[in-house]
């Protein structure tokens, strides 16, 4: 395979693992923007976390709330936890790496908040602690995950939602999780503002 096929090679991969994500998630998806929506109207927030290109997935879609998507609106209530360089920094010194979410969901969340989790192997272990958080705070989870949803799928409850992307690459995964979190901000919108 040259360098020519190679990178073509990617786009025809993206594609198949989006195709079937679609398939497989889209009613997941649908279920997710029902609960974000339910939060927001009950005056709730939503907290995100994630590790490396998670987190800047975790960011980006905090910022397409507290910001805008695609159309104008009010601002809606979202933090990411990776974003807090001294929380972060002070928790992983103190205590352990694998606090850093958690303790900041024991701080900030609240009974009808919502915890956006996302792990592309599903076995973070500051993610798993941070649901187990959001868990004893009464939140719900939407946990993106990929592969066989690791031990995150192992942890849910029946109220969570689980979007597991079953391909083995990473970067399959974290560009399906992209695709899902516009998709889920779109259907904020939709749902908050009516169709266009």
Not at 39 to 61: P, V
Not at 105 to 112: C, D, E, T, W
Not at 167 to 187: K, P, Y
């Amino acid at each position: 395979m040259d360098l020519a096929q190679r990178i073509r090679q990617h786009f025809l991969d993206s594609i198949d693992a989006k195709q079937m994500a679609m398939e497989l998630l889209s009613p997941g998806i649908r279920i997710g923007a029902e609960k974000m929506v339910q939060t927001f109207i009950s005056d709730g927030k939503i907290l995100t976390c994630g590790n490396g290109g998670s987190a800047a997935d975790a960011q980006h879609f905090a910022a397409e709330m507290v910001g805008r998507f695609e159309r104008e609106r009010p601002g809606l209530a979202a933090v990411a936890l990776s974003t807090d360089t001294s929380a972060i920094t002070a928790i992983a010194n103190d205590y352990d790496y694998d606090l850093v979410f958690s303790k900041q969901v024991h701080a900030l969340g609240r009974p009808g908040d919502l915890l956006i989790a996302i792990s592309t192997s599903g076995n973070s272990a500051n993610v798993i602690s941070a649901i187990h958080a959001a868990h004893d705070r009464q939140m719900n989870v939407i946990a993106f995950t990929g592969r066989d949803g690791g031990q995150i799928g192992e942890i849910l409850s029946g109220d969570d939602v689980h979007l597991c992307v079953p391909v083995q690459r990473t970067a399959r995964i974290q560009e399906v999780h992209i695709t899902m979190i516009h998709a889920l901000c779109d259907a904020v919108d939709f749902m908050l503002l009516g169709g266009e």
